[in-house]
C-alpha cells in the first residue's frame, strides 16, 4: 500500500504545515503525526482483510463464525482505496505547489517501481515453487502489467498508474473546483465507465486499473486545493462524512456478504456501494486522526504507518508460510493469535534490521 500506504507522507503533526512536507528528507525522525496514524488504521484493515479471508476458508461455510469473518472482512475493504487517496492527496499538493514532472516521476518511480519489480520476482518465487505459477511470456506479461505475482501486489501497480496520472488530473484542480463540481465530475466518469464494463466490453482486470479507483483519488486531488484549510475542514465535514460512509455501509455491507456468500448480488448496487463506501471511510478516517487527539497521536498507530510499506509487502509471504508449515492443522484460536502476532512481529523485525543494515530502500523503497 503507499507508504503513504506505502510512500512517506513525512509530516510533523503541528509544527510542520503540510506545504514543508515535499521538503522533509526521507527516512527523517520527524515522520510522524496525523498521517502516519491514518497509515497506521489503514495497515491494520489490510491485515485484517488478509486474516480474515484466510479464516473464512476455516470455518464452516455460513456459520455463524464464517458470516462473521465475512463481514469484517468487507467491512474493512476501504484499506487501500484509503491508501490511494493519501498518496493522492500528498502528491497532488506537491504537483500544485509547482514540483516538476521531472523530479516528481524520478523520485517517486525510484521509490515504487524497484519494490515492485523486486516483491513480484519474490512472488512469482513463491507461486512457481508452489506450483501455481507458469513461466510463460503472456502469463508474466499480464502479472508484471496488472500486479498479479502476488495477491497483495495489485497495489503497487495501482500506486504506478497513479503517479502516471496525477500530473495530468492535477490540472484539472488548479482552479480549485467545488465538491460538487467534482463530485458531478467523478459521478459520470465512473457511471459511464461501470455501463462500458457492464454492457459494451468486460474487462478482466479492471479493479487493477486506477480509473476504477476514481472517486477515492479524485477526493484526495480535491482535499489537496484544501492543503492551507485542511484541519478546519476535517473538522466541519467529520459528521458528513461520518454520515456518508454509514449510509454506503447499508447499501454495500449486504450486496458484499452475499457475494462471499456465493448469493446472487445486484452488481450495480454493490458497485455504487463500494465507491461511496470506500470514499467515505477514506475521508471520515482522515477526519478521526485530526480530530480525535487520543488517535491521531497513538504512538501504536503512528509507528504502524511509518512501517507501513514493509509491514505490507511482508504479511502475505508470512500468512503463506504458516499454512505451509503447519498452519492449517493449529486449532482456530491458537490459529488466529499466530497468525495474527506474525504478520505484525515479522515485517518489523525484517524492517528493523533493513534499517541497522542500511538497505531499506533497496528492500522496501523507503
Same mark, same amino acid.
Given at each position: 500500500?503507499?507508504?503513504?500506504?506505502?510512500?512517506?507522507?513525512?509530516?510533523?503533526?503541528?509544527?510542520?504545515?503540510?506545504?514543508?512536507?515535499?521538503?522533509?528528507?526521507?527516512?527523517?525522525?520527524?515522520?510522524?503525526?496525523?498521517?502516519?496514524?491514518?497509515?497506521?488504521?489503514?495497515?491494520?484493515?489490510?491485515?485484517?482483510?488478509?486474516?480474515?479471508?484466510?479464516?473464512?476458508?476455516?470455518?464452516?461455510?455460513?456459520?455463524?463464525?464464517?458470516?462473521?469473518?465475512?463481514?469484517?472482512?468487507?467491512?474493512?475493504?476501504?484499506?487501500?482505496?484509503?491508501?490511494?487517496?493519501?498518496?493522492?492527496?500528498?502528491?497532488?499538493?506537491?504537483?500544485?505547489?509547482?514540483?516538476?514532472?521531472?523530479?516528481?516521476?524520478?523520485?517517486?518511480?525510484?521509490?515504487?517501481?524497484?519494490?515492485?519489480?523486486?516483491?513480484?520476482?519474490?512472488?512469482?518465487?513463491?507461486?512457481?515453487?508452489?506450483?501455481?505459477?507458469?513461466?510463460?511470456?503472456?502469463?508474466?506479461?499480464?502479472?508484471?502489467?496488472?500486479?498479479?505475482?502476488?495477491?497483495?501486489?495489485?497495489?503497487?501497480?495501482?500506486?504506478?498508474?497513479?503517479?502516471?496520472?496525477?500530473?495530468?488530473?492535477?490540472?484539472?484542480?488548479?482552479?480549485?473546483?467545488?465538491?460538487?463540481?467534482?463530485? /458531478? #465530475?467523478? *459521478?459520470? +466518469?465512473?457511471? =459511464?465507465?461501470? $455501463? &462500458?464494463?457492464?454492457? %459494451?466490453?468486460?474487462?478482466?482486470?479492471?479493479?487493477?486499473?486506477?480509473?476504477?479507483?476514481?472517486?477515492?483519488?479524485?477526493?484526495?486531488?480535491?482535499?489537496?486545493?484544501?492543503?492551507?484549510?485542511?484541519?478546519?475542514?476535517?473538522?466541519?465535514?467529520?459528521?458528513? /462524512? #461520518?454520515? *456518508?460512509? +454509514?449510509?454506503? =455501509?447499508?447499501? $454495500? &455491507?449486504?450486496?458484499? %456478504?452475499?457475494?462471499?456468500?456465493?448469493?446472487?448480488?445486484?452488481?450495480?448496487?454493490?458497485?455504487?456501494?463500494?465507491?461511496?463506501?470506500?470514499?467515505?471511510?477514506?475521508?471520515?478516517?482522515?477526519?478521526?486522526?485530526?480530530?480525535?487527539?487520543?488517535?491521531?497521536?497513538?504512538?501504536?498507530?503512528?509507528?504502524?504507518?511509518?512501517?507501513?510499506?514493509?509491514?505490507?509487502? %511482508?504479511?502475505?509471504?508470512?500468512?503463506?508460510?504458516?499454512?505451509?508449515?503447519?498452519?492449517?492443522?493449529?486449532?482456530?484460536?491458537?490459529?488466529?493469535?499466530?497468525?495474527?502476532?506474525?504478520?505484525?512481529?515479522?515485517?518489523?523485525?525484517?524492517?528493523?534490521?533493513?534499517?541497522?543494515?542500511?538497505?531499506?530502500?533497496?528492500?522496501?523503497?523507503?
Amino acid at each position: 500500500m503507499t507508504t503513504e500506504s506505502p510512500e512517506d507522507c513525512q509530516m510533523i503533526r503541528n509544527s510542520t504545515p503540510l506545504s514543508k512536507v515535499s521538503e522533509m528528507p526521507a527516512g527523517s525522525s520527524s515522520r510522524k503525526g496525523e498521517l502516519d496514524a491514518y497509515k497506521g488504521i489503514a495497515i491494520l484493515a489490510v491485515l485484517t482483510i488478509h486474516l480474515s479471508g484466510n479464516l473464512i476458508y476455516r470455518l464452516d461455510f455460513m456459520s455463524p463464525l464464517m458470516l462473521s469473518a465475512a463481514t469484517l472482512n468487507r467491512i474493512c475493504q476501504f484499506a487501500v482505496p484509503a491508501f490511494l487517496m493519501l498518496s493522492a492527496f500528498l502528491n497532488g499538493a506537491s504537483l500544485l505547489r509547482g514540483t516538476s514532472q521531472e523530479k516528481f516521476f524520478g523520485r517517486r518511480f525510484r521509490r515504487a517501481l524497484w519494490p515492485y519489480l523486486l516483491w513480484s520476482a519474490v512472488g512469482i518465487a513463491v507461486s512457481f515453487a508452489s506450483g501455481q505459477f507458469k513461466f510463460e511470456y503472456k502469463c508474466i506479461l499480464y502479472t508484471m502489467l496488472w500486479g498479479k505475482a502476488y495477491y497483495h501486489l495489485y497495489f503497487l501497480s495501482l500506486v504506478l498508474q497513479l503517479y502516471l496520472l496525477l500530473p495530468f488530473a492535477v490540472r484539472l484542480f488548479k482552479g480549485r473546483p467545488s465538491f460538487w463540481s467534482v463530485a /458531478a #465530475a467523478t *459521478i459520470a +466518469a465512473q457511471g =459511464l465507465l461501470y $455501463y &462500458l464494463n457492464r454492457y %459494451v466490453h468486460t474487462i478482466h482486470v479492471l479493479s487493477s486499473m486506477i480509473v476504477w479507483f476514481l472517486p477515492v483519488v479524485f477526493l484526495g486531488l480535491w482535499l489537496a486545493t484544501r492543503e492551507d484549510e485542511l484541519p478546519e475542514l476535517l473538522r466541519r465535514q467529520r459528521f458528513t /462524512a #461520518a454520515a *456518508i460512509m +454509514a449510509l454506503s =455501509l447499508c447499501i $454495500y &455491507l449486504p450486496q458484499a %456478504v452475499a457475494m462471499v456468500c456465493r448469493h446472487p448480488v445486484n452488481t450495480c448496487l454493490y458497485q455504487v456501494g463500494q465507491w461511496l463506501y470506500s470514499a467515505g471511510a477514506s475521508f471520515f478516517l482522515m477526519c478521526l486522526v485530526f480530530v480525535a487527539p487520543w488517535l491521531g497521536r497513538s504512538p501504536l498507530l503512528k509507528y504502524l504507518g511509518v512501517y507501513s510499506m514493509q509491514i505490507y509487502l %511482508v504479511h502475505p509471504f508470512v500468512i503463506t508460510a504458516l499454512d505451509i508449515y503447519s498452519g492449517k492443522t493449529f486449532p482456530l484460536i491458537p490459529a488466529v493469535i499466530i497468525y495474527t502476532a506474525a504478520v505484525i512481529i515479522v515485517p518489523l523485525a525484517l524492517a528493523k534490521m533493513a534499517d541497522r543494515a542500511k538497505i531499506s530502500p533497496i528492500l522496501f523503497g523507503v
